[in-house]
């Protein structure tokens, strides 16, 4: 036994049954991995539950075998941020590079059934903050979790930005969840890292991401919320975030939409306001690497027409009808103006609504400064 | 002691005859039904000896023996009874046996020998055509729809005996009106401020495009789709009689032949048999075939079970619906327009952001209507609620009338081309009536090219495509870009794919 590694025995903690992490962060502040995983399964054997005396050999072995790394509170490289209280973490497990924890960390976080603009605002702020080597901090969920990590995809393969995706996830490192972002999994863990309080083969349960996300909130110098509803999981992260005295700042959203309701609420409460990654920059102090998206916009400008339907599109979803009443056309006016602001980025559809993507008029880097 | 007389049974939405035959011999007291009755013929025998005693005649105290001929067929329901009781009154010497030939009987008789209308009349005068057919008093309508023969009507089984004894005359039933217009359809004028949701209707109705409407609450589905049936050109001929014989084996009364469009709108609780038609003995038409040449609604088509939406796609396919039960097989027509209303999601929040639902149970929805069905809607249009500002427009929209008159002139270019509805073209066949403009050409291939268009929504655009050149009159011309582009725009992406 005495040939196993310190970081297995720290490991196998978190698979010792009524073992959470806070028991498993203070048993390894006070004591040596082995010494820590002694006395919490003798602590264990007390309230009745077996214990396997290879846990600790399987741990490792599933570890090794699986190419996933541990990290503990008593190994020297390990984040200060994650032992920081309140809720401090003592051991978890990652695939990557996780060294990026150094970095300039922003959180991105939001609903997992956003509107289409929500998408594309997630994705356009991880896009700027990672070409300025900021590191963008969320959740792989669906939704705005995905599209921010999905941004920083974009931004390295493309413009080989620097910033990259940091992934905390609810289930252990070999449980892909949800399957649909499995793709954008593997390019985290293999461009990024992808962090988990949890051994290999948990499930994703729905009482890890409330934990998971107070993780988020710690690694995260500023959380962006981009779009959330009233109640749910960005709200858990943003009322983490405040206790640990991080900066949180939000995306502004139609009154009209529920996905935006959250938000919108933060921002009557005073928290910050961000239409771009550079205001996320600013309050970073990091201005000066901000990179103007809007002035890269490779969309080709509608036509003064087509504008027309852009505008009557730009107040959240609407139907054909609407659109129809709103701009007096026929519907085979209507039909071309829309298919050609589709072709070129500007408008998109879902279950026959229709809503533009993200309308910017001069804000760009000039105007800020003067 | 011996009697034989013409009655018919119902099978699907055809009847077919049935001689009853009565034997009254030595032996002791009984009475027997051979022949494959079902309940309802069994039972006849109880009627029919108190509509007897009832009506002042004797019941024999003797050995009874009915023979339902052809005897391998099942029959069923109670229209034979009064050929049982008149086949009784003839072995017994009441009624001489010359005076039943060549008359059928179809009713039911009462306890108190009174005569009552039977499902199907229509049909079952109508396979007794070389007949002269007695039917009761308030069936009389029903019997003359399908009959070029003689029908007389009679209120009791003691009206029909004095008849037979040729006491009194028979009687004729009362002509009914013949309907010559689409009454009672409510007008399209009332859907106020949803041009789009109207056009749809009428593409729809112009070349039989099955139409869904997706949208939350309130958005007025229900009204449109009911407007719709108003668009559609009356039945006639075949039609007519086919839909009439329908209506009539499902146990309606008729007040006339048929020739409105039907609107059907069937709860989504309706069971696999209600919608296709079967059950047990008599095979009864369902729901598509009772809309036969109007309009099936299905409202919250994903709440309606999967089996039954599947069951959907061979009538959806070839315009009829074939029952196999065990020693049968029956077709019955089935040719309608299909129009679909489902909420976005189960929340029914409507437009994306408003949806409270998380993403499983939103996929789920829509897997529920996706793959086969889904794809057999042409037309998948967006409906919101109306402004209060459009409800109260006080211009009124177009009527039925005038809507009706573009769809016609559509539907006539489409038959006169190609001698059926666009929606019905094959894709070989839209090569040849529906050659693509350059344009056209190169927007469709953008479209498919970008994946904003899958390979099967390629098709069903370019059929839409079609009809939208029809109602602007390009009758023999190529399809347009902007046809294509308005069918695009009339064909939602739904589940992310169009």
């Known amino acids: 036994m005495s040939d196993l590694p310190a970081w297995a025995y720290a490991a196998a903690l978190t698979r010792v049954p009524g073992c959470g992490s806070t028991t498993a962060y203070r048993l390894l502040v006070l004591h040596d991995p082995s010494e820590a995983y002694e006395r919490a399964v003798a602590g264990a054997t007390e309230q009745g539950a077996r214990t396997d005396s290879d846990a600790v050999v399987r741990m490792r072995d599933d570890c090794e075998s699986l190419g996933i790394g541990v990290s503990h509170v008593r190994d020297a490289a390990f984040p200060l941020v994650l032992a920081a209280s309140p809720g401090p973490c003592g051991v978890f497990f990652f695939r990557g590079d996780i060294s990026l924890i150094g970095g300039r960390r922003v959180g991105i976080v939001g609903t997992r059934t956003p509107t289409p603009s929500g998408v594309y605002t997630a994705r356009e702020i991880a896009d700027g903050l990672a070409r300025a080597g900021v590191h963008v901090v969320s959740g792989l969920a669906k939704g705005i979790d995905g599209a921010a990590h999905d941004g920083v995809r974009g931004a390295v393969e493309a413009h080989a930005a620097e910033g990259r995706a940091i992934a905390v996830v609810g289930s252990g490192l070999d449980v892909v969840y949800p399957r649909a972002n499995a793709a954008l999994w593997e390019w985290v863990c293999a461009n990024g890292v992808v962090l988990s309080e949890h051994p290999p083969g948990a499930?994703?349960?729905?009482?890890?991401?409330?934990?998971?996300?107070?993780?988020?909130?710690?690694?995260?110098?500023?959380?962006?919320?981009?779009?959330?509803?009233?109640?749910?999981?960005?709200?858990s992260t943003v009322r983490q975030a405040i206790e640990r005295q991080r900066d949180v700042l939000a995306v502004p959203g139609s009154p009209r939409v529920a996905s935006a309701a959250g938000t919108n609420l933060l921002i009557q409460q005073g928290c910050g306001v961000v239409t771009c990654a550079g205001d996320v920059l600013s309050a970073l102090a990091l201005d000066h690497r901000f990179i103007d998206v809007t002035s890269r916009d490779e969309r080709s400008a509608p036509n003064a027409r087509d504008v027309v339907v852009l505008e009557a599109c730009s107040h959240g979803p609407v139907t054909l009808d609407q659109l129809v009443i709103a701009t007096g056309w026929s519907l085979t006016d209507l039909a071309l103006a829309l298919g050609r602001l589709e072709a070129n980025g500007w408008v998109m559809e879902e279950n026959g609504w229709w809503e533009a993507l993200l309308l910017r008029r001069g804000r760009h880097a000039g105007e800020r400064n003067s | 002691m011996f009697a034989s007389i013409n009655s018919a049974t119902l099978f699907g939405i055809e009847g077919a005859p049935v001689c009853v035959e009565v034997h009254i011999g030595a032996g002791l007291p009984g009475f027997s039904v051979v022949g494959l009755p079902d309940e309802a013929c069994r039972e006849a025998r109880d009627r029919v000896?108190?509509?007897?005693?009832?009506?002042?005649?004797?019941?024999?105290?003797?050995?009874?023996?009915?023979?339902?001929?052809?005897?391998?067929?099942?029959?069923?329901?109670?229209?034979?009874?009064?050929?049982?009781?008149?086949?009784?009154?003839?072995?017994?010497?009441?009624?001489?046996?010359?005076?039943?030939?060549?008359?059928?009987?179809?009713?039911?008789?009462?306890?108190?020998?009174?005569?009552?209308?039977?499902?199907?009349?229509?049909?079952?005068?109508?396979?007794?055509?070389?007949?002269?057919?007695?039917?009761?008093?308030?069936?009389?309508?029903?019997?003359?729809?399908?009959?070029?023969?003689?029908?007389?009507?009679?209120?009791?089984?003691?009206?029909?005996?004095?008849?037979?004894?040729?006491?009194?005359s028979w009687v004729e039933p009362r002509a009914f009106p013949v309907p010559t217009d689409i009454d009672g359809c409510p007008d399209l004028a009332d859907v106020r401020g949803q041009p789009v949701a109207r056009r749809a209707a009428e593409v729809a109705a112009a070349g039989e495009h099955n139409l869904l409407l997706v949208g939350g609450p309130g958005g007025g589905k229900t009204m449109l789709a009911e407007r719709l049936a108003g668009l559609l050109p009356m039945l006639d001929g075949h039609d007519a009689v086919t839909a009439t014989m329908i209506r009539s084996a499902a146990g309606e009364r008729l007040t006339g032949l048929v020739r409105t469009p039907p609107f059907r709108a069937p709860h989504h609780s309706a069971s696999m048999i209600a919608m296709v038609g079967g059950g047990s003995g008599l095979l009864r038409p369902g729901e598509v075939s009772l809309a036969h040449g109007g309009v099936l609604f299905l409202d919250e088509v994903g709440e309606f079970a999967p089996s039954v939406l599947d069951a959907l796609r061979q009538p959806l396919e070839s315009g009829e619906v074939r029952l196999a039960r065990s020693g049968t097989t029956l077709t019955l027509p089935a040719r309608f327009l299909l129009v679909g209303a489902t909420n976005p999601c189960p929340c029914g929040g409507g437009g994306p952001g408003a949806c409270i639902c998380n993403d499983t149970a939103r996929q789920r929805y829509l897997r529920r209507l996706s793959g086969p069905l889904l794809d057999r809607f042409d037309l998948r249009v967006a409906v919101a609620a109306t402004s209060p500002d459009d409800l109260l427009e006080t211009e009124p929209a177009e009527s039925t009338a005038v809507v009706r008159s573009r769809v016609d002139a559509a539907r006539c270019a489409a038959i006169a081309r190609q001698d059926k509805p666009n929606a019905r073209l094959s894709s070989a066949e839209l090569d040849d009536v529906a050659p693509l403009s350059e344009s056209a050409r190169n927007l469709l291939h953008t479209e498919l090219e970008a994946g904003r268009l899958t390979g099967r929504g390629f098709h069903r655009v370019r059929r839409v495509a079609r009809t939208l050149a029809d109602l602007v009159g390009d009758a023999s011309d190529t399809v347009d870009g902007e046809h294509v582009r308005e069918a695009i725009a009339l064909r939602a992406r739904l589940g992310g794919v169009r």
Request: charged share 20%; no cysteine.
């Open chain 1, 203 to 235: 499930p994703a349960e729905p009482h890890h991401f409330p934990r998971r996300n107070r993780i988020i909130a710690a690694l995260s110098e500023v959380v962006v919320v981009v779009e959330s509803r009233e109640s749910g999981g960005s709200m």
């Open chain 2, 49 to 168: 000896r108190a509509a007897l005693l009832s009506s002042g005649f004797d019941w024999p105290n003797r050995r009874i023996t009915v023979n339902l001929a052809p005897s391998d067929r099942r029959k069923g329901g109670s229209g034979l009874d009064l050929a049982l009781a008149v086949g009784i009154l003839v072995a017994q010497g009441e009624v001489d046996q010359l005076a039943t030939n060549g008359i059928g009987f179809v009713a039911e008789v009462g306890l108190d020998g009174s005569l009552k209308p039977v499902p199907g009349t229509a049909p079952l005068v109508a396979a007794m055509r070389q007949h002269h057919v007695v039917v009761a008093d308030a069936a009389g309508a029903d019997a003359l729809v399908a009959a070029p023969q003689r029908v007389s009507v009679a209120a009791t089984l003691a009206d029909v005996v004095a008849s037979l004894r040729r006491v009194t």
